[in-house]
C-alpha cells in the first residue's frame, strides 16, 4: 500500500524521472492528493534571457544553443543518439519543461478514430482506452497549458471553450481559409498553447514567430513556466542534473529506486514507493533497457521483448507556396493560425491508411529565408541569391504536413554501448525506416496542399516531400495494452512486469495518429496519476 511519507524522510512516495510535460503533469497530481514527490531531471531550467542575442534577433539563437537537435546542440544534459540507421532525426530538448520548451506550441486533441485503428482499418492495434475516456483529462490539462482557440469544430464537437481567445490567423491564415472554403475544403482556427492574454504565469504572446527557440515572454506554455514554479512552492523537489542511471528492483520484482548521477559525477539512489518514468520515446526504452537484473535480464519491464520497439516519428512534410501579396509571416503565433483535416482519415480509394493533419506555417524573417527548411533543401547562394530571397520575405507561406506513423517492431531503440554520454552511461541507436504507406500518404498530401496553395493564388509551390530534421514526436517504444504478452503497460500506465511502476510519455502510445502529441501525452499522464492516487490503498510497494 502506498502512504504518505513523513515530512523529512529521505523515501519519497513518488519519484518521478523526467520534467517535461507528462512528469510534470504526473507531479501536480500526486501532490495535489498530498503524496511526496521527487522528480529527477538530467538538464537544467532554460535560460531564455542571457542565451539569447536579443529579443530582435532570436533567429541567430537557434543555430546552437536552442538548437533542437541534441548531436548538433551537445549541451551537458544530453546523450549520443546514432542516426546512421535512421531516416529521421530526432529533436529533443533535455531540461526543466522537456522539449516542450522548443515545441510550437500547436495544441491538438486525437480524433476518435485514432483510438480505433485495428477495428476500422485493419492494421496496428486499437488502443486499451478510447477518445471518451481521455475527453475529461484533454479538458483540465487545456486549463492547466493555457490553451487558446476557437471551439466548435464539428471534427471535436464536444470541445465547447477553450480558456482563450484563439490567436489572430492573420492575412496568410485567412487567404488559406477563404482558398479552403472555395475547394469545399475543412479548415478552422489554430488551438495553441500560446496564452493570448495574460493567463496565470504565462504572458500574453505579443507574436515574435519564435515559439520553437524558447518563448523569452513565457506566452507559450511549457511546464518550467505552467506547472514547475508552483510545484516547487507546494513542497516537490526537483533535482536537476541528474542523469537517471538504473531503476532497482526487490527480490519480488518491485521497483525500490532510481539510481542517478548528479552533475559533479557523484552517484546517488532515490528511493520511492512508486516510480513514474517520462523520459520520452528514446529516454524511457533507454532507462529500461540500463535497468538489468537476474529478474530482468532484458531490461526492465521487458518480459514482452517490446521494449524499444515500435518506434514511431510522425515523418514530416512541408509544402510552401510563394505569393504576389504581402503577408508578414514572421508576425504570428509559430504554432497553427490555422488547420486542416481535410484528409485526416483513410479512404481506400487512395491505396494507403490513415491521413495527414496540416496547419498553416508562417515562413520566419530574413534569415529564414536561407534556411534548409521549408525550402526542400534546395541550395539558395549564387546569381539569384537576391531576387530570390525578395520573393520569398513576406510573401510565402507553407502547409506543414504531419503524418499518421504506422507501429513496427523493426522501428527501435537499442542501447549503443560504443558511444557513451558524459557519465559513462550508454547513448542510443535509432533504428527507423520510413514505411512505403507513410511514402503514399505524404505524396498524395503534398499533391493536395499544393493545390490547395494554388487555389489560393501561389505563383510558386516549393516542395520538401518529407525532412529529415522533424522527429519532434518520439512514440511507441514501451506500448500499451490489455495483453502483457505483447505490451508493455497496461491502459493506465502501469507496468505489467512491475505493479509499482508507472510509464505517462508518448512512448506508450499503440499508435502515432497524425496529430502534435503534447496534449494526449498530457491527459494521458493526468489519467495515470489520478487512478494510482485512487488506488494507492492497493498498491504493492518494496518493503
Given at each position: 500500500?502506498?502512504?504518505?511519507?513523513?515530512?523529512?524522510?529521505?523515501?519519497?512516495?513518488?519519484?518521478?524521472v523526467?520534467?517535461?510535460?507528462?512528469?510534470?503533469?504526473?507531479?501536480?497530481?500526486?501532490?495535489?492528493?498530498g503524496?511526496?514527490?521527487v522528480?529527477?531531471?538530467?538538464?537544467?531550467?532554460?535560460?531564455?534571457?542571457?542565451?539569447?542575442v536579443?529579443?530582435?534577433?532570436?533567429?541567430?539563437?537557434?543555430?546552437?544553443?536552442?538548437?533542437?537537435?541534441?548531436?548538433?546542440?551537445?549541451?551537458?544534459?544530453?546523450?549520443?543518439?546514432?542516426?546512421?540507421?535512421?531516416?529521421?532525426?530526432?529533436?529533443?530538448?533535455?531540461?526543466?519543461?522537456?522539449?516542450?520548451?522548443?515545441?510550437?506550441?500547436?495544441?491538438?486533441?486525437?480524433?476518435?478514430?485514432?483510438?480505433?485503428?485495428?477495428?476500422?482499418?485493419?492494421?496496428?492495434?486499437?488502443?486499451?482506452?478510447s477518445?471518451?475516456?481521455?475527453?475529461?483529462y484533454?479538458?483540465?490539462?487545456?486549463?492547466?497549458f493555457?490553451?487558446?482557440?476557437?471551439?466548435?469544430?464539428?471534427?471535436?464537437?464536444?470541445?465547447?471553450?477553450?480558456?482563450?481567445?484563439?490567436?489572430?490567423?492573420?492575412?496568410?491564415?485567412?487567404?488559406?481559409?477563404?482558398?479552403?472554403?472555395?475547394?469545399?475544403?475543412?479548415?478552422?482556427?489554430?488551438?495553441?498553447?500560446?496564452?493570448?492574454?495574460?493567463?496565470?504565469?504565462?504572458?500574453?504572446?505579443?507574436?515574435?514567430?519564435?515559439?520553437?527557440?524558447?518563448?523569452i515572454?513565457?506566452?507559450?506554455?511549457?511546464?518550467?513556466?505552467?506547472?514547475?514554479?508552483?510545484?516547487?512552492?507546494?513542497?516537490?523537489?526537483?533535482?536537476?542534473?541528474?542523469?537517471?542511471?538504473e531503476?532497482?528492483?526487490?527480490?519480488?520484482?518491485?521497483?525500490?529506486?532510481?539510481?542517478?548521477?548528479?552533475?559533479?559525477?557523484?552517484?546517488?539512489?532515490?528511493?520511492?514507493?512508486?516510480?513514474?518514468?517520462?523520459?520520452?520515446?528514446?529516454?524511457?526504452?533507454?532507462?529500461?533497457?540500463?535497468?538489468?537484473?537476474?529478474?530482468?535480464?532484458?531490461?526492465?519491464?521487458?518480459?514482452?521483448?517490446?521494449?524499444?520497439?515500435?518506434l514511431?516519428?510522425?515523418?514530416?512534410a512541408?509544402?510552401?507556396?510563394?505569393?504576389?501579396?504581402?503577408?508578414?509571416?514572421?508576425?504570428?503565433?509559430w504554432?497553427?493560425?490555422?488547420?486542416?483535416?481535410?484528409f485526416?482519415?483513410t479512404?481506400?480509394?487512395?491505396g494507403?491508411?490513415?491521413?495527414?493533419?496540416?496547419?498553416?506555417?508562417p515562413?520566419?524573417?530574413?534569415?529564414?529565408?536561407?534556411?534548409?527548411?521549408?525550402?526542400?533543401?534546395?541550395?539558395?547562394?549564387?546569381?539569384?541569391?537576391?531576387?530570390?530571397?525578395?520573393?520569398?520575405?513576406?510573401?510565402?507561406?507553407?502547409?506543414?504536413?504531419?503524418?499518421?506513423?504506422?507501429?513496427?517492431?523493426?522501428?527501435?531503440?537499442?542501447?549503443?554501448?560504443?558511444?557513451?554520454?558524459?557519465?559513462?552511461?550508454?547513448?542510443?541507436?535509432m533504428?527507423?525506416?520510413?514505411?512505403?504507406?507513410?511514402?503514399?500518404?505524404?505524396?498524395?498530401?503534398v499533391?493536395?496542399?499544393?493545390?490547395?496553395?494554388?487555389?489560393a493564388?501561389?505563383?510558386?509551390?516549393?516542395v520538401?516531400?518529407?525532412?529529415?530534421?522533424?522527429?519532434?514526436?518520439?512514440?511507441?517504444?514501451?506500448?500499451?495494452?490489455?495483453?502483457?504478452?505483447?505490451?508493455?503497460?497496461?491502459?493506465?500506465?502501469?507496468?505489467?512486469?512491475?505493479?509499482?511502476?508507472?510509464?505517462?510519455?508518448?512512448?506508450?502510445?499503440?499508435?502515432?495518429?497524425?496529430?502534435?502529441?503534447?496534449?494526449?501525452?498530457?491527459?494521458?499522464?493526468?489519467?495515470?496519476?489520478?487512478?494510482?492516487?485512487?488506488?494507492a490503498r492497493?498498491?504493492?510497494?518494496?518493503?
Amino acid at each position: 500500500m502506498m502512504q504518505k511519507s513523513a515530512t523529512g524522510s529521505n523515501r519519497a512516495d513518488v519519484v518521478i524521472v523526467g520534467a517535461g510535460p507528462a512528469g510534470a503533469v504526473a507531479a501536480r497530481r500526486f501532490v495535489e492528493g498530498g503524496y511526496s514527490v521527487v522528480c529527477i531531471e538530467q538538464g537544467d531550467w532554460p535560460d531564455y534571457r542571457t542565451s539569447h542575442v536579443a529579443d530582435e534577433y532570436l533567429e541567430l539563437s537557434a543555430g546552437k544553443q536552442w538548437n533542437p537537435l541534441p548531436n548538433v546542440r551537445r549541451g551537458p544534459a544530453d546523450y549520443p543518439i546514432d542516426t546512421s540507421h535512421s531516416d529521421v532525426e530526432p529533436l529533443i530538448w533535455n531540461g526543466v519543461g522537456g522539449s516542450t520548451v522548443m515545441y510550437a506550441g500547436i495544441w491538438m486533441r486525437l480524433m476518435p478514430s485514432d483510438f480505433r485503428v485495428r477495428s476500422l482499418d485493419g492494421v496496428a492495434d486499437d488502443w486499451p482506452l478510447s477518445y471518451e475516456d481521455l475527453s475529461p483529462y484533454y479538458d483540465r490539462i487545456e486549463a492547466d497549458f493555457g490553451v487558446s482557440g476557437y471551439p466548435g469544430d464539428p471534427a471535436f464537437p464536444d470541445i465547447t471553450s477553450y480558456p482563450m481567445r484563439a490567436a489572430p490567423v492573420g492575412p496568410a491564415g485567412r487567404m488559406m481559409a477563404e482558398a479552403h472554403n472555395r475547394l469545399g475544403w475543412h479548415w478552422w482556427p489554430g488551438s495553441n498553447a500560446i496564452a493570448t492574454q495574460d493567463y496565470r504565469n504565462q504572458g500574453a504572446c505579443v507574436q515574435r514567430g519564435a515559439c520553437m527557440w524558447g518563448c523569452i515572454n513565457k506566452s507559450k506554455a511549457s511546464p518550467d513556466i505552467t506547472h514547475w514554479p508552483d510545484l516547487l512552492a507546494q513542497g516537490a523537489r526537483l533535482v536537476t542534473g541528474a542523469t537517471a542511471q538504473e531503476i532497482e528492483t526487490d527480490s519480488r520484482g518491485l521497483a525500490t529506486a532510481v539510481v542517478y548521477i548528479d552533475r559533479d559525477g557523484r552517484t546517488h539512489r532515490q528511493e520511492g514507493d512508486l516510480i513514474v518514468v517520462a523520459a520520452n520515446g528514446l529516454g524511457t526504452p533507454r532507462l529500461l533497457q540500463l535497468s538489468t537484473s537476474k529478474r530482468f535480464p532484458n531490461g526492465l519491464a521487458n518480459s514482452s521483448g517490446q521494449v524499444g520497439k515500435r518506434l514511431m516519428m510522425h515523418p514530416f512534410a512541408s509544402v510552401v507556396g510563394v505569393f504576389e501579396d504581402e503577408l508578414d509571416p514572421w508576425k504570428s503565433v509559430w504554432g497553427q493560425p490555422v488547420y486542416s483535416l481535410e484528409f485526416y482519415e483513410t479512404v481506400k480509394e487512395r491505396g494507403f491508411v490513415r491521413g495527414a493533419k496540416w496547419n498553416v506555417t508562417p515562413t520566419g524573417g530574413p534569415q529564414s529565408m536561407t534556411a534548409p527548411f521549408p525550402w526542400g533543401g534546395r541550395p539558395i547562394w549564387g546569381d539569384d541569391f537576391h531576387r530570390t530571397v525578395k520573393d520569398r520575405l513576406g510573401h510565402s507561406v507553407a502547409w506543414g504536413i504531419v503524418a499518421e506513423d504506422l507501429p513496427e517492431d523493426h522501428n527501435r531503440v537499442e542501447l549503443d554501448h560504443s558511444r557513451l554520454d558524459r557519465d559513462g552511461i550508454p547513448g542510443v541507436k535509432m533504428i527507423y525506416k520510413t514505411s512505403q504507406n507513410t511514402k503514399d500518404l505524404l505524396a498524395f498530401n503534398v499533391a493536395r496542399a499544393q493545390e490547395s496553395l494554388r487555389e489560393a493564388g501561389a505563383k510558386e509551390t516549393i516542395v520538401a516531400p518529407m525532412i529529415r530534421e522533424t522527429g519532434w514526436h518520439l512514440l511507441g517504444t514501451a506500448t500499451m495494452g490489455d495483453d502483457p504478452s505483447s505490451s508493455v503497460v497496461d491502459q493506465w500506465g502501469r507496468a505489467h512486469d512491475v505493479p509499482n511502476l508507472l510509464i505517462v510519455d508518448g512512448s506508450t502510445w499503440p499508435t502515432s495518429s497524425g496529430m502534435n502529441p503534447t496534449p494526449t501525452i498530457a491527459a494521458f499522464s493526468l489519467r495515470a496519476a489520478e487512478h494510482a492516487v485512487e488506488s494507492a490503498r492497493s498498491q504493492k510497494v518494496a518493503s
